[in-house]
């Protein structure tokens, strides 16, 4: 049994979401939270995106975001058609850097790695915080990919 839950956004998530990507931590990767914002309002309306609150012991704290991965450029080209892309962030400023990171984008990953044949994830080459947890996580790759935010390091989850 897991101490982290995952659950759909819901409108009434938006102003927690907003505060979130006004953090340090998280405005450093996901810079103008403005317009990060909107694109998070945007997704919601949508339904290409899979959004989910993290929570842990019951407090939400971090975001994870899923879609189908060739959605987003030709350096998707080489996986599977049912590939899918995560992107996440620990919004909650007392959570990051102990261990939650991995340890929710670990239960996360299996979980979807039961219904799609292949996951990827791509930090920028110099977070190494994140590749460090992605790879703790179970995600695999040292190729350095061009895409539409600039240049990442393309990781896929190994199990």
Known sequence: MT???????????????????TTPAVARWWPDPDAQYAGLVEDLDGDAMTMLIVSHRGRPFAYLQHANAHGWGDFTRGLPADARALDAFIGEPDMVGIGHGSAFLRVAALDLHRRYSALMIDPAPDNLQAIRAYHKAGFRGEAIVDTPDGPARLMTFAG
């Open 3 to 21: 101490d982290y839950r995952f659950r759909p956004v819901v409108a009434d998530d938006l102003p927690l979401l907003r505060i979130w990507l």
